[in-house]
């Protein structure tokens, strides 16, 4: 089945640091999306690629994605102690109507 | 600025009694959603809905689980039964278009179910 998931399960980086996470999924998408949840919160959308896309750019965070890989990363660059979050991939299947999640990776961002 | 809002924020019940989660989508928002998410582990989609009808629902989302939307703003999930197992983070979302058209979904602050 259809699965988005984190690599790593948990980060811890230094302030000012640049954040890399990676996201692998298994069958074809419409588009693959980035979502924020701080703990126990709501879950914040934060960027989207679309499978025709390789790059996008939204502020500090820029997303890639490879179809032929099935890989995408979320890079979030100079990375303040705010960002300490879960940030989950998800993926749109093709039909449009299912949103596939990912298990997430912990980041922690040490003042 | 618009937002999804769920009520209640946590609800207790006991194991076989009926619970209704609601939702109030984001107003011109015409697909509604609905997942769950179990303590420490992913956010797992349960059900879509467009035009009164489900779109598509997942293996979890069975003869237990219904949705309606009952009027103009609200969306709800109804358990009929509840299980332990249910016991999770329920979050409601809405878009404008299809997510397949649309660049986002916007979710609520979800609703914590404990079935003891």
């Known amino acids: 089945s259809q699965q988005g998931e984190e690599d790593p399960q948990a980060l811890s980086i230094q302030e000012g640091e640049n954040a890399t996470m990676n996201c692998s999924y298994k069958?074809?998408?419409?588009?693959l999306q980035w979502y924020r949840q701080n703990s126990g919160r709501g879950l914040v959308h934060l960027i989207l690629?679309?499978?025709?896309?390789r790059e996008k750019h939204s502020g500090r965070l820029r997303v890639t994605l490879d179809t032929s890989k099935k890989s995408s990363s979320l890079l979030i660059t100079a990375s303040r102690a705010a960002d300490t979050a879960s940030y989950f991939c998800a993926t749109l299947n093709t039909g449009g109507f299912k949103t596939i999640f990912g298990a997430g990776t912990r980041l922690f961002v040490k003042a | 600025e618009p937002e999804v809002t769920q009520t209640p924020s946590h609800q207790v019940t006991q194991m076989g009694q009926e619970v209704i989660l609601r939702c109030v989508p984001i107003?011109?928002?015409?697909?509604f959603y609905w997942y769950r998410q179990i303590l420490g582990q992913k956010v797992e989609f349960l059900v879509s809905f467009y035009n009164n009808e489900i779109s598509e629902k997942s293996e979890i989302f069975d003869d237990q689980f219904s949705v309606e939307r009952p009027d103009g703003s609200n969306f709800t999930l109804k358990i009929r039964s509840t299980k332990l197992e249910d016991s999770a983070m329920y979050f409601c979302?809405?878009?404008?278009?299809?997510?397949?058209?649309?660049?986002?979904?916007?979710f609520g602050p979800g609703t914590r179910l404990t079935v003891l």
């Open positions: 690629i679309r499978s025709n896309e």
């Open positions: 069958t074809s998408i419409n588009n």
């Open positions: 979302a809405s878009s404008e278009l299809a997510l397949g058209i649309t660049d986002t979904q916007y």
């Open positions: 107003s011109n928002h015409l697909y």
